[in-house]
C-alpha cells in the first residue's frame, strides 16, 4: 500500500470511530435520562449504603470472638498512640524545665551539680516500643528522685 492509501484508510477508521462513539454517546444519553432509572438507581445506592452498614457491624461482631482487630480498631489505637506520644512529650518537657530550675536552685544555693551533662534523656523522633518507653520514663523519674532528694538533703 501506498502512503496515500494509508492515509485514506486511517481516516476512514478515525470516521467510523468517531460515528460509533456519537452512536453510543447517543443511546446511552437516552436510556440515562429517564426518571425511573434515576430513581431506580437511587433506591438501589440507598439500599447498598445499607447492606454496607450491616456487613460492617456483622465484621465488627464476629471480630470480636475471633480475637481480630478491626479497621475502627485500629484507627483508635492509632489515635490513643499519638495522644500518648503527645503526653510523653509534654512529661519529657516538665522534666527538663524541672532540671533547669533545679540547676538554678543548685547554683543559688552553691552547690555544684552532680554531672555537666544534662541528667534526662530526650526523646526522639524515631518511635519507641512500649518497654523501651517505659525504661526511658523509669530512668528519668529516677534521676529526677536523686535529684530531689539531694536537694532536699543540702536544704536541711
Do not use: C
Not at 524545665?97 to 551539680?113: D, V, W, Y
Amino acid at each position: 500500500m501506498r502512503s496515500e492509501q494509508l492515509d485514506d484508510l486511517y481516516s476512514l477508521i478515525k470516521l467510523t470511530g468517531t460515528k460509533a462513539e456519537a452512536l453510543a454517546n447517543d443511546w446511552i444519553k437516552s436510556r440515562v435520562n429517564q426518571e425511573d432509572i434515576v430513581e431506580l438507581l437511587g433506591s438501589r445506592t440507598k439500599w447498598y449504603g445499607k447492606l454496607i452498614k450491616e456487613l460492617q457491624d456483622a465484621v465488627e461482631t464476629a471480630s470480636v470472638p475471633l480475637n481480630i482487630p478491626t479497621k475502627r480498631d485500629v484507627a483508635s489505637i492509632a489515635k490513643l498512640t499519638i495522644q500518648n506520644e503527645d503526653r510523653l512529650e509534654e512529661i519529657q518537657q516538665r522534666l527538663t524545665q524541672i532540671e533547669t530550675t533545679l540547676k538554678r536552685i543548685e547554683a543559688s544555693i552553691g552547690t555544684k551539680p552532680a554531672s555537666t551533662k544534662a541528667p534526662f534523656q530526650k526523646a526522639s523522633r524515631k518511635p519507641l516500643d512500649r518497654k523501651e518507653r517505659a525504661k526511658l520514663v523509669q530512668a528519668n523519674l529516677e534521676k529526677l528522685s536523686d535529684a530531689l532528694l539531694k536537694q532536699s538533703k543540702h536544704g536541711e
